[in-house]
Nanobody
Framework: HVQLVESGGGSVQAGGSLRVSCVVS????????VGWFRQAPGHEREGIAT???????TYIDSVKDRFTISQDNAKNTLYLQINSLKPEDTAMYYC??????????????????WGQGTQVTVS
């Protein structure tokens, strides 16, 4: 049984910081790729960051200078550090995983496994 559980969301003022976490179970780290997605009201879900087993990361341009994806493989945990938050960052944030890469040269693919999401609200 594969399960991804996010935590750490909340409400924060613009310019503030937040770290969200995702604990993954039922998958071997060597067998899957992981990343973060978000969906704001009235918008399509978008991929925002990925991290490989060798810690190589990718980001979309809108978050590249403010968000940091990381992992602690011993704890089966994925993190997203979110700094300098803007109101437009308000969204439900999801971690996701699949046995294939989540993006290839900026083209995103829909992962098979998802968490339930954690809400980030910026005012």
């Amino acid at each position: 049984h594969v399960q991804l559980v996010e935590s750490g969301g909340g409400s924060v003022q613009a310019g503030g910081s937040l770290r969200v976490s995702c604990v993954v179970s039922g998958l071997s780290r060597s067998a899957y790729c992981v990343g973060w997605f978000r969906q704001a009201p009235g918008h399509e879900r978008e991929g925002i960051a990925t991290i490989d087993t060798d810690d190589m990361t990718t980001y979309i341009d809108s978050v590249k200078d403010r968000f940091t994806i990381s992992q602690d493989n011993a704890k089966n945990t994925l993190y997203l550090q979110i700094n300098s938050l803007k109101p437009e960052d308000t969204a439900m944030y999801y971690c996701a995983a699949d046995i294939v890469r989540l993006n290839y040269g900026g083209v995103w693919y829909d992962p098979k496994y998802w968490g339930q999401g954690t809400q980030v609200t910026v005012s």
